[in-house]
Protein backbone atom coordinates (compact mmCIF):
# COMPACT_ATOMS: atom_id res chain seq x y z
CA UNK A 1 0.00 0.00 0.00
CA UNK A 2 1.93 3.62 -1.03
CA UNK A 3 2.23 6.09 1.86
CA UNK A 4 -0.51 9.40 1.93
CA UNK A 5 1.43 12.11 0.48
CA UNK A 6 0.82 15.95 1.28
CA UNK A 7 1.93 17.19 -2.10
CA UNK A 8 2.31 21.27 -1.84
CA UNK A 9 4.70 21.55 -4.74
CA UNK A 10 4.69 24.71 -6.67
CA UNK A 11 2.81 26.37 -3.75
CA UNK A 12 4.05 29.36 -1.98
CA UNK A 13 4.47 28.33 1.99
CA UNK A 14 2.77 30.99 3.09
CA UNK A 15 -0.41 29.61 1.50
CA UNK A 16 -0.47 26.30 2.95
CA UNK A 17 -3.82 26.33 5.04
CA UNK A 18 -3.03 25.54 8.95
CA UNK A 19 -5.55 24.14 10.63
CA UNK A 20 -6.68 22.89 14.37
CA UNK A 21 -9.42 20.58 13.20
CA UNK A 22 -7.50 17.51 13.62
CA UNK A 23 -9.51 15.95 10.70
CA UNK A 24 -8.71 18.58 8.56
CA UNK A 25 -4.70 17.51 9.04
CA UNK A 26 -3.04 15.49 7.00
CA UNK A 27 -1.91 11.75 8.19
CA UNK A 28 0.87 11.16 6.17
CA UNK A 29 4.90 10.38 6.36
CA UNK A 30 5.68 12.09 3.26
CA UNK A 31 5.35 16.08 2.68
CA UNK A 32 6.62 17.39 -0.73
CA UNK A 33 7.59 21.27 -0.57
CA UNK A 34 9.31 20.98 -3.55
CA UNK A 35 9.30 23.94 -6.27
CA UNK A 36 8.14 26.51 -3.99
CA UNK A 37 10.88 29.25 -3.98
CA UNK A 38 11.43 29.14 -0.69
CA UNK A 39 14.26 30.57 0.68
CA UNK A 40 14.24 29.60 4.49
CA UNK A 41 12.83 27.60 6.36
CA UNK A 42 11.19 29.89 9.17
CA UNK A 43 8.06 28.47 10.77
CA UNK A 44 8.81 24.58 9.88
CA UNK A 45 8.52 23.84 12.94
CA UNK A 46 5.67 25.29 14.45
CA UNK A 47 3.50 24.69 10.43
CA UNK A 48 4.08 21.16 10.59
CA UNK A 49 1.79 20.46 13.88
CA UNK A 50 -0.90 22.73 11.96
CA UNK A 51 -1.15 21.08 8.98
CA UNK A 52 -0.01 17.12 9.82
CA UNK A 53 -1.26 15.11 12.58
CA UNK A 54 1.48 13.42 13.83
CA UNK A 55 4.64 15.31 12.39
CA UNK A 56 7.13 13.74 14.87
CA UNK A 57 6.31 10.93 11.99
CA UNK A 58 7.76 12.72 8.77
CA UNK A 59 9.74 9.85 7.23
CA UNK A 60 10.19 11.91 3.86
CA UNK A 61 10.57 15.83 3.19
CA UNK A 62 11.37 17.25 -0.58
CA UNK A 63 12.39 20.68 -0.31
CA UNK A 64 14.17 20.35 -4.01
CA UNK A 65 14.38 22.86 -6.61
CA UNK A 66 13.66 25.77 -4.08
CA UNK A 67 15.99 28.39 -3.34
CA UNK A 68 17.33 27.63 0.12
CA UNK A 69 21.16 28.77 0.96
CA UNK A 70 21.36 26.93 4.21
CA UNK A 71 20.19 23.89 6.01
CA UNK A 72 18.60 25.22 9.14
CA UNK A 73 18.40 23.48 12.70
CA UNK A 74 14.73 23.85 12.34
CA UNK A 75 14.61 21.50 9.78
CA UNK A 76 16.44 19.04 12.69
CA UNK A 77 13.54 20.32 15.58
CA UNK A 78 10.85 20.16 13.10
CA UNK A 79 11.49 16.63 11.61
CA UNK A 80 13.64 14.61 13.94
CA UNK A 81 12.87 11.44 12.40
CA UNK A 82 13.47 11.96 9.04
CA UNK A 83 14.97 9.15 6.82
CA UNK A 84 14.46 10.81 3.65
CA UNK A 85 15.40 14.34 2.50
CA UNK A 86 15.53 15.82 -0.92
CA UNK A 87 17.53 19.16 -1.36
CA UNK A 88 18.64 18.88 -4.47
CA UNK A 89 18.60 22.15 -7.12
CA UNK A 90 19.00 24.88 -3.99
CA UNK A 91 21.48 27.09 -3.30
CA UNK A 92 23.42 25.26 -0.63
CA UNK A 93 26.94 26.49 -1.13
CA UNK A 94 29.17 25.66 2.15
CA UNK A 95 29.57 22.04 3.05
CA UNK A 96 29.31 23.37 6.96
CA UNK A 97 25.72 23.47 6.46
CA UNK A 98 25.33 19.81 6.02
CA UNK A 99 26.80 19.09 9.70
CA UNK A 100 23.65 19.56 11.21
CA UNK A 101 22.18 16.76 9.33
CA UNK A 102 24.42 14.02 11.76
CA UNK A 103 21.51 14.77 14.02
CA UNK A 104 19.15 12.94 12.41
CA UNK A 105 19.86 8.94 12.92
CA UNK A 106 17.13 7.50 10.97
CA UNK A 107 18.32 9.67 7.71
CA UNK A 108 19.59 7.36 4.78
CA UNK A 109 18.71 8.75 1.53
CA UNK A 110 19.79 12.49 0.91
CA UNK A 111 20.17 14.63 -2.29
CA UNK A 112 22.40 17.80 -2.64
CA UNK A 113 23.60 17.76 -6.14
CA UNK A 114 22.59 20.71 -8.06
CA UNK A 115 23.60 22.82 -5.13
CA UNK A 116 26.68 24.81 -5.36
CA UNK A 117 28.04 22.83 -2.67
CA UNK A 118 28.80 19.50 -4.63
CA UNK A 119 31.61 21.24 -6.25
CA UNK A 120 33.35 21.07 -3.61
CA UNK A 121 36.29 19.19 -3.58
CA UNK A 122 35.71 16.50 -1.12
CA UNK A 123 32.06 16.78 -0.99
CA UNK A 124 31.00 13.76 -1.03
CA UNK A 125 33.72 12.37 1.69
CA UNK A 126 33.08 15.14 3.35
CA UNK A 127 28.93 14.14 3.07
CA UNK A 128 29.24 10.20 4.13
CA UNK A 129 31.91 10.82 6.31
CA UNK A 130 29.48 13.52 8.53
CA UNK A 131 26.65 11.48 8.12
CA UNK A 132 26.93 7.83 9.26
CA UNK A 133 23.49 6.86 8.85
CA UNK A 134 23.47 7.57 5.16
CA UNK A 135 23.09 4.55 2.78
CA UNK A 136 22.61 6.72 -0.55
CA UNK A 137 23.56 9.98 -1.91
CA UNK A 138 22.46 11.76 -4.95
CA UNK A 139 20.68 8.50 -6.03
CA UNK A 140 23.85 6.71 -5.57
CA UNK A 141 24.40 4.00 -3.01
CA UNK A 142 26.92 4.66 -0.55
CA UNK A 143 29.37 1.53 -0.56
CA UNK A 144 31.80 0.02 2.30
CA UNK A 145 34.36 0.79 -0.06
CA UNK A 146 33.03 4.44 0.39
CA UNK A 147 32.39 4.29 3.61
CA UNK A 148 35.85 3.68 4.80
CA UNK A 149 37.10 5.95 2.25
CA UNK A 150 34.92 8.85 3.77
CA UNK A 151 36.24 7.87 7.19
CA UNK A 152 40.17 8.24 5.78
CA UNK A 153 39.63 11.29 4.07
CA UNK A 154 38.27 12.41 7.74
CA UNK A 155 41.27 11.33 9.72
CA UNK A 156 43.57 12.60 7.07
CA UNK A 157 41.38 16.79 6.32
CA UNK A 158 39.91 16.20 10.07
CA UNK A 159 37.40 18.47 11.35
CA UNK A 160 38.75 21.60 11.98
CA UNK A 161 40.67 21.30 8.60
CA UNK A 162 37.50 21.03 6.49
CA UNK A 163 35.42 23.01 8.86
CA UNK A 164 37.50 26.09 8.03
CA UNK A 165 38.34 24.91 3.93
CA UNK A 166 34.57 24.48 3.55
CA UNK A 167 32.80 26.94 5.09
Known amino acids: MEEPKFDENYRPFETLKPTSVPRARKITTILKLNNNSLENLGGLDTILPRIMLHPQELRMLDLSF ?96 TRGQFQ
Open 66 to 161: NNLHTIEKVLVKAAPNLSVLKLHANAISRLAAVDQLAQLPLLITLTLHGNDVDQNAGYRNYVISGIPSLKSLDFTTITPKDRNDAVTWRRIHGPKK
